[in-house]
């Protein structure tokens, strides 16, 4: 059985980090690309970043320079550190991990970041 497990959310004020992880079992984990989502309240859900298998990665241009996405295949997590938060980072951040094809793909119920003052 797959599971996709988020933690590390909460209530942060602007300015601030937080470090999100995402831990996932069921899989080979290694030969996953691992994703962070988010979707605020009347939005569509959007991808922030991504890590492939070989550890290439990819962030939207709204967190650029803010988070970090990394993995270790060693522990099957996969870590979002965000720094310099803003109130329009508020959301709920899913963990997606997608395999070979879209039959192997899996998302965590998601952890709430909500940035305020």
């Known amino acids: 059985q797959v599971q996709v497990v988020e933690s590390g959310g909460g209530l942060v004020q602007p300015g601030g980090s937080l470090r999100l992880s995402c831990a996932a079992s069921g899989i080979i984990f290694s030969f996953y690309s691992m994703n962070w989502y988010r979707q605020a309240p009347g939005k569509q859900r959007e991808l922030v970043a991504g890590?492939?298998?070989?550890?290439?990665?990819n962030y939207a241009d709204s967190v650029k320079g803010r988070f970090t996405i990394s993995r270790d295949n060693a522990k099957n997590t996969v870590y979002l550190q965000m720094n310099s938060l803003k109130p329009e980072d508020t959301a709920v951040y899913h963990c997606?991990?997608?395999?070979?094809?879209?039959?192997?793909?899996?998302w965590g119920q998601g952890t709430q970041v909500t940035v305020s003052s």
């Open positions: 997606n991990a997608y395999g070979r094809n879209s039959y192997y793909n899996y």
């Open positions: 890590i492939s298998s070989d550890g290439s990665t």
